[in-house]
C-alpha cells in the first residue's frame, strides 16, 4: 500500500486561484521528488528537495521540504490552464525503495 | 521526448500468458525503474536496477520479474497474467540513484 499520502486527490481550481497539494510519509526520506503528469502523457519531473525544511521555487510553483522530512508540499500560484495534470510526490527512504502519493488531479476552470 | 523508449506501445494477450516489456534508457544513464500504473492504484515503483545489479525492489509480484542487461537495457516479464495486471507500465532512467527519472511513453497492458 501507499507509505506516502498525498492529498487532496482531485483540486478543481478556477483560473488565476492559488492551491496547495499535500504529501506526508509515515517514515522519514531521504529526499522527496515532485513529477507532473500531463493526461495521456508520462510522469515528468519538477524537482528534488533533500534537505530539512528546504524551499525551492519555479515561476508560480514552491515546493516545500517538511522539517522532519516527512511531508513536503506543492504550491501553485496563480493557476493557468497549463498547470492542468495530475502532481505527484515521490519520497525516498534511506534503504532507497521509492513510494509514490496517490498524486493529485487539478482541473482548471477558465 | 525523454529519450527514454519502451516496446512495445501497447500488448493485448490472455490470462495465464507471459509478456516480456523492453526499456532502453537513455544514453549514459546506469539507472532504470520500472512502474506499473493502474486507474486504482496510481503509480507503484516495481524495482529499480543499477549497472545491472538490483538496487531496490517495490511492490513487485513474484509473478514478474526483472533484469538490466550489460548493454543496460532492462527487460520486465510478467508471467501467468491475470485481468488485475492490466495496467500501464512505465520505465524511467536517471544517471544515479536518488536525483531526476526521466520516463519513457509506457506499455499500455491489456489481458483478457
Known amino acids: 500500500g501507499q507509505q506516502v499520502m498525498q492529498i487532496p486527490q482531485y483540486q478543481h481550481v478556477q483560473e488565476g486561484e492559488d492551491f496547495t497539494t499535500y504529501c506526508n510519509s509515515s517514515?522519514?526520506?531521504?529526499?522527496i521528488q515532485w513529477y507532473k503528469q500531463r493526461p495521456g502523457g508520462h510522469p515528468v519531473f519538477l524537482i528534488q528537495?533533500?534537505?530539512?525544511?528546504e524551499v525551492k521555487k519555479q515561476k508560480r510553483l514552491t515546493f516545500q521540504f517538511g522539517e522532519a522530512k516527512k511531508n513536503s508540499s506543492l504550491h501553485i500560484t496563480a493557476t493557468q490552464t497549463t498547470d492542468v495534470g495530475t502532481y505527484f510526490c515521490?519520497?525516498?527512504?534511506?534503504?532507497?525503495?521509492?513510494?509514490f502519493g496517490a498524486g493529485t488531479t487539478v482541473t482548471v476552470r477558465a | 521526448d525523454s529519450g527514454v523508449t519502451q516496446t512495445p506501445k501497447h500488448l493485448i494477450t490472455a490470462t495465464g500468458q507471459r509478456v516480456t516489456l523492453r526499456c532502453s534508457p537513455r544514453?549514459?544513464?546506469?539507472?532504470v525503474y520500472w512502474y506499473q500504473q493502474s486507474l486504482d492504484q496510481g503509480l507503484q515503483f516495481l524495482i529499480q536496477?543499477?549497472?545491472?545489479?538490483?538496487?531496490a525492489k517495490g511492490n513487485i509480484l513474484e509473478r514478474f520479474s526483472a533484469q538490466q542487461f550489460p548493454d543496460l537495457h532492462s527487460e520486465l516479464n510478467l508471467s501467468s497474467l491475470e485481468l488485475g495486471d492490466s495496467a500501464l507500465y512505465f520505465c524511467?532512467?536517471?544517471?544515479?540513484?536518488?536525483?531526476?527519472?526521466?520516463f519513457g511513453p509506457g506499455t499500455r497492458l491489456t489481458v483478457l
Open positions: 528537495l533533500v534537505k530539512s525544511g
Open positions: 515521490a519520497g525516498r527512504r534511506i534503504d532507497y525503495k521509492l513510494s
Open positions: 544514453s549514459g544513464d546506469l539507472s
Open positions: 517514515t522519514t526520506l531521504s529526499n
Open positions: 524511467a532512467s536517471s544517471p544515479t540513484s536518488g536525483i531526476e527519472q526521466f
Open positions: 536496477y543499477y549497472n545491472g545489479e538490483e538496487r
